[in-house]
């Protein structure tokens, strides 16, 4: 069974830089045909995909967000990482850590919130 655990800060600042880590048991971030996500939910609004990074290391963004995003990964400590550039208060969200094979994410991480303010 795969898990997906997010860490990160809680509070980001309006113009900085917000950064996540998603740490991935039972499974490798390697392993074929694997796609890892990050989407966020505002409150009270839809979830938002952000972008993947695929099991070659391919990345791919959501059109809105692609001039400020920035997915990363560590095989060895088989983590992925968003950075979020030039941050403002509409980026406070719970955010949400994903695999899935190309379709549907099949699993998810808990989410962690992230507000954004001064």
């Known amino acids: 069974q795969v898990q997906l655990q997010e860490s990160g800060p809680g509070l980001v600042k309006p113009s900085q830089t917000l950064s996540l880590t998603c740490t991935i048991s039972?499974?490798?971030?390697?392993?074929?045909?694997?796609?890892w996500s990050w989407i966020r939910q505002p409150p009270g609004k839809g979830l938002e995909w952000i972008g993947f990074i695929s099991y070659s290391g391919s990345t791919s963004y959501s059109p809105s967000l692609k001039s400020r995003t920035s997915i990363s990964r560590d095989t060895s400590k088989n983590q992925f990482t968003l950075q979020l550039s030039s941050v403002t208060p509409e980026g406070t969200a719970v955010y949400y850590c994903?695999?899935?094979?190309?379709?549907?994410?099949?699993?998810w991480g808990q989410g962690t919130q992230v507000t954004v303010s001064s």
């Open positions: 994903a695999r899935d094979e190309g379709t549907t994410p099949t699993d």
């Open positions: 039972g499974a490798s971030i390697t392993t074929n045909y694997y796609y």
